[in-house]
């Protein structure tokens, strides 16, 4: 049987760390770039080349950090090495995230001409002083020729990620910045809520008032504002922090996630799941270049340079599938697919929550009564509903669940 599969490349370079970022990001490492891209290339050979069934690719995404920092000769080299392990099929999504301000008209050119048709750019804010406190390096002048550039050379599916939430960020600001990505005509927005992590420099810039906390019931507001302008503008909240203008702009490779599907992950710090295993690999570019030169043997899904790997019972999927289907806000839980999937229904396994959630008006059922999903109110409070289904114990009478 052919296993429809995605590929998930880290790529973990950066110019220079942004001063909110706790992602798995290194600046001054890129003297290491070739030999990581060596190194990735190794590590999809081995992997693939172990499989135990066919593996047919339908999304390839590179994130990061910063991919466009590699040159496109690199992204031709990673390219060579799926095709040599395993069919992408025609028409796959092949996704790079960007920055604005690493990316020129030509090298966008041969990144389409290459095979990418997606690319996604960190836009955050259209507001100098929003940047400033985000610590970002570019201007909005960077993201109109990106855009431009990219429409120029063919890229039919663009997206945008903006950031809310800002210290010192107004309602105002905010509404100015969605109305002049609007303007963009593009087909899909990423929008998140700003989150302030430990360990990064605008925790440390909170902490020393040096910039006003985060304002909670603000940052509400303002995600109220962009369901409606998005919505009034003809965009579909397919998922918790996703827009799309119709089905065919969705973002294919993210929806491999959030339907609990098959996914191998490549790079330092990259995360796969496939059958019955969640992986997780080595998190500095060193250690990770090293682990795949000393090439140890590991069992598929797994690599030399895997640090983690995680079984899962079927309880554990049940739970994880539910929580992150909850995600996509039109398609929630599908209970035919839930049922046929696990053989058995879902409303036993969690009556207690799923009435719990009803009550509090968190979730709803579909007109059809074939969706369980989140309610507008569910969408503002998202990690109140999810942590209802994760970490229970298996109902009595379910225990097989837990083999």
């Not at 593009?186 to 420099?201: C, P, Q």
Request: with cysteine; aromatic share 12%; charged share 20%.
């Amino acid at each position: 049987m052919m296993v429809k599969t995605s590929l998930y490349f880290h790529i973990p370079f950066c110019r220079r760390r942004c001063g909110y970022c706790d992602f798995n990001t290194f600046a001054g490492l890129n003297s290491f770039i070739p030999e990581y891209v060596d190194a990735v290339c190794q590590e999809v050979t081995g992997v693939l080349s172990r499989a135990p069934e066919p593996v047919s690719v339908h999304t390839v995404y590179f994130g990061g950090g910063t991919p466009s920092l590699l040159t496109v000769e690199h992204y031709e080299t990673i390219f060579n090495s799926i095709s040599r392990k395993v069919n992408i099929e025609k028409g796959a999504e092949i996704s790079l995230e960007a920055n604005p301000e690493t990316v020129t008209k030509a090298y966008i050119a041969d990144l389409h001409t290459l095979g990418f048709n997606r690319i996604s750019f960190g836009m955050q804010s259209a507001s100098p002083e929003d940047l400033r406190v985000l610590d970002r390096q570019h201007q909005f002048d960077s993201i109109v020729n990106a855009i431009k550039w990219s429409k120029q050379a063919g890229f039919k599916h663009l997206n945008l990620d903006l950031i809310f939430g800002i210290p010192g960020q107004s309602r105002e600001s905010w509404r100015q910045t969605l109305d002049l990505a609007l303007g963009f005509g593009i087909d899909h927005f990423s929008i998140y809520s700003l989150i302030v992590e430990e360990g990064t420099r605008l925790k440390r810039w909170i902490d020393r008032g040096l910039i006003q906390e985060p304002d909670d019931d603000l940052g509400a507001w303002m995600y109220e504002d962009a369901m409606d302008i998005l919505g009034r503008a003809g965009y579909v909240q397919y998922e918790i922090s996703n827009w799309s203008r119709g089905e065919g702009s969705q973002c294919l490779h993210n929806l491999q996630y959030w339907r609990f599907l098959p996914y191998l992950g490549f790079g330092a710090g990259a995360h796969g799941f496939y059958g019955n295993f969640r992986t997780e690999n080595i998190g500095t570019v060193p250690q990770y270049i090293q682990s795949l030169k000393e090439g140890r043997q590991t069992d598929f899904p797994a690599s030399p340079a895997v640090r983690a790997i995680l079984p899962l019972s079927e309880w554990d999927k049940i739970q994880e599938n539910v929580m992150v289907s909850l995600r996509l806000t039109e398609e929630g839980v599908n209970l035919v697919d839930f049922h046929e999937r696990y053989g058995i229904p879902l409303y036993p396994l969690f009556e207690k929550q799923i009435q719990r959630l009803i009550k509090w008006r968190l979730v709803e059922y579909s007109e059809n009564k074939q969706q369980l999903r989140l309610s507008r109110r569910g969408r503002l409070l998202g990690n109140q509903v999810f942590a209802e289904f994760i970490g229970n114990d298996v109902p009595k009478g379910y225990e097989y669940l837990n083999r």
